[in-house]
């Protein structure tokens, strides 16, 4: 028996599509399928926009990250001729680094649809604002000052302190001391808000339990991705010996990952990638750490359309902490006194410039 993509790469191979099914929501049918990369500092960095239009003229819009043109090949003989009310089973069919983007774009586009924020469409609103928070850049202390003070202006209260970078694997008393005084600087800069530390999977665990007992009095707001997730009983040992919070999920795709560290209690915080997750998947992720009494802060590295998702995520999900703002600052929101207001247009409420993306189309 022949198999449905084998049966899409047929008909497209001869220039047609699978006929719709009556009820198939025909008018929003995936009518084409495209693909942007759009670069951002630093150089070198890049995510990917994903276009999904139907027959019906709407068009819905997500990012995910490197993506290529086989990707975008294969996307298309799945998706082609499918309502866009078929994220769910679509979703798992596509290229894993589309599935995530396809996500956005097909809740973005019954959004449009129904005239309504994807929080609704999903039931929400579960809040009126979410909580913000952004990375502070630069390496010294002088420089992460100064951008403190423009974030403050800027309307931020949460911030993501870096941690100085690691010279090398287990660090002295030296490097936890510059660690602790670059938090107190923060701290005495503005006393008012609240700080998180930023490890990026730098530290060893050993560094990370001796950093988290040396600030645990500064009541940061957690440790995000201390160290790697590797040897889980390590990780249990770290968190049974502080109550600094710790963050973890930005770097792990497998939901089973996130499974493990909540049923051992070794996570306060889930930071899973929009880029990788998607709504949905994050929805699901929601789901599971509700039942461990544990918040979700998602994250990315990309631009306004993730920042929007992530945006819709926090307004249809009981537990659901802070949102952050991208390390290269690129958001369709700007906080007021550190909280971001909901989206309020259809979709994911970001308005795309297609034009400005059409010279750099993966084809």
Same mark, same amino acid.
């Given at each position: 028996?022949?198999?449905?993509?084998?049966?899409?790469?047929?008909?497209?191979?001869?220039?047609?599509?699978?006929?719709?099914? *009556?009820?198939?929501?025909?008018?929003?049918?995936?009518?084409?399928?495209?693909?942007?990369?759009?670069?951002?500092?630093? *150089?070198?960095?890049?995510?990917?926009?994903?276009?999904?239009?139907?027959?019906?003229?709407? %068009?819905?819009?997500?990012?995910?990250?490197?993506?290529?043109?086989?990707? &975008?090949?294969?996307?298309?003989?799945?998706?082609?001729?499918?309502?866009?009310?078929? !994220?769910?089973?679509?979703?798992?069919?596509?290229?894993?680094?589309?599935?995530?983007?396809?996500?956005?774009?097909?809740?973005?586009?019954?959004?449009?649809?129904?005239?309504? *924020?994807? !929080?609704?469409?999903?039931?929400?609103?579960?809040?009126?604002?979410?909580? /913000?928070?952004?990375?502070?850049?630069?390496?010294?202390?002088?420089?992460?000052?100064?951008?403190?003070?423009?974030?403050?202006?800027?309307?931020?209260?949460?911030?993501?302190?870096?941690? *100085?970078?690691?010279?090398?694997?287990?660090?002295?008393?030296?490097?936890?001391?510059?660690?602790?005084?670059?938090?107190?600087?923060?701290?005495?800069?503005?006393?008012?808000?609240?700080?998180?530390?930023?490890?990026?999977?730098?530290?060893?665990?050993?560094?990370?339990?001796?950093?988290?007992?040396?600030?645990?009095? @500064?009541?940061?707001?957690?440790?995000?991705?201390?160290?790697?997730?590797?040897?889980?009983?390590?990780?249990?040992?770290?968190?049974?010996?502080?109550?600094?919070?710790?963050?973890?999920?930005?770097?792990?795709?497998?939901?089973?990952?996130?499974?493990?560290?909540?049923?051992?209690?070794?996570?306060?915080?889930?930071?899973?990638? @929009? &880029?990788?997750?998607?709504?949905?998947?994050?929805?699901?992720?929601?789901?599971?750490?509700?039942? !461990?009494?544990?918040?979700?802060?998602?994250?990315?590295? %990309?631009?306004?359309?993730?920042?929007? /998702?992530?945006?819709?995520?926090? /307004?249809?999900?009981?537990?659901?902490?802070?949102?952050?703002?991208?390390?290269?600052?690129?958001?369709?929101?700007?906080?007021?006194?550190?909280?971001?207001?909901?989206?309020?247009?259809?979709?994911?409420?970001?308005?795309?410039?297609?034009?400005? &993306?059409?010279?750099?189309?993966?084809?």
């Amino acid at each position: 028996m022949i198999s449905v993509v084998e049966r899409r790469k047929a008909l497209l191979a001869m220039g047609q599509r699978e006929p719709i099914a *009556p009820g198939a929501d025909g008018p929003h049918a995936i009518s084409d399928v495209r693909a942007f990369r759009v670069a951002q500092s630093p *150089p070198g960095s890049s995510y990917v926009v994903l276009q999904v239009r139907t027959q019906s003229g709407l %068009a819905g819009y997500g990012e995910c990250k490197e993506f290529s043109s086989p990707d &975008l090949t294969a996307t298309r003989e799945v998706a082609m001729g499918r309502p866009a009310s078929a !994220y769910e089973t679509l979703r798992p069919l596509v290229p894993q680094n589309a599935q995530a983007a396809i996500d956005m774009a097909l809740l973005d586009i019954l959004g449009k649809a129904t005239k309504a *924020p994807v !929080y609704r469409v999903l039931g929400g609103p579960t809040r009126n604002k979410a909580r /913000a928070i952004v990375r502070l850049s630069g390496t010294s202390d002088d420089e992460i000052e100064k951008d403190l003070q423009k974030q403050l202006a800027s309307g931020f209260a949460a911030f993501l302190v870096p941690i *100085p970078t690691p010279a090398a694997r287990n660090q002295g008393s030296a490097y936890i001391q510059a660690g602790v005084a670059r938090f107190k600087a923060m701290r005495a800069a503005a006393p008012d808000a609240d700080f998180a530390f930023e490890c990026s999977d730098q530290l060893t665990p050993s560094d990370t339990a001796t950093l988290a007992a040396a600030v645990e009095s @500064m009541h940061p707001l957690w440790f995000d991705a201390p160290c790697p997730v590797s040897n889980l009983s390590t990780l249990r040992k770290i968190t049974d010996e502080t109550v600094v919070p710790m963050g973890f999920g930005r770097d792990i795709a497998n939901p089973g990952t996130f499974q493990d560290l909540l049923r051992g209690g070794m996570v306060d915080l889930l930071r899973p990638d @929009m &880029l990788v997750h998607g709504i949905t998947g994050i929805r699901r992720l929601a789901a599971m750490a509700e039942t !461990y009494y544990v918040a979700v802060a998602p994250w990315h590295a %990309a631009g306004p359309i993730a920042t929007a /998702a992530a945006l819709q995520v926090a /307004a249809s999900i009981p537990n659901f902490f802070i949102a952050q703002l991208p390390n290269s600052g690129a958001g369709s929101a700007t906080p007021q006194a550190g909280f971001f207001e909901l989206p309020k247009g259809p979709g994911l409420g970001v308005d795309v410039d297609e034009k400005a &993306l059409e010279r750099n189309q993966i084809v």
